[in-house]
């Protein structure tokens, strides 16, 4: 019996020194910070020079439809003056 009340006290005595040094390690912070607005800068775009397929490719889609349309155009007037002629051929 005498064995349980002394493990018991010991017991308590060490979590009583636990609870004593986790009290006595606790502290307090304290900071001033000095600074300035922050500004963000973009980055530079890169600048490459050469061959832009997707630019390119457009921009050549773009010319081959206004060569059809033109062609287009061209082959309606051929067929608007022949029209034309075969009625008034026989005048």
């Known amino acids: 019996m005498k064995k349980k009340i002394l493990g018991t006290i010991i017991g308590l005595a060490g979590m009583a020194a636990l609870a004593m040094s986790a009290s006595a390690s606790a502290h307090v912070d304290v900071a001033v910070g000095v600074g300035g607005p922050v500004y963000y800068a973009q980055p530079a775009v890169p600048v490459v ?12 889609e773009r010319e ?19 029209r034309w002629r075969d009625y008034h051929r026989g005048w």
Do not use: L, V
């Not at 062609?71 to 007037?77: D, F, G, I, L, N």
């Open 49 to 60: 020079y050469g061959y832009d397929g997707y630019r390119d490719d457009r921009w050549r």
């Open 64 to 82: 081959w439809r206004r060569h059809e349309w033109r062609e287009r155009q061209w082959r309606h007037e051929q067929r608007r003056e022949e």
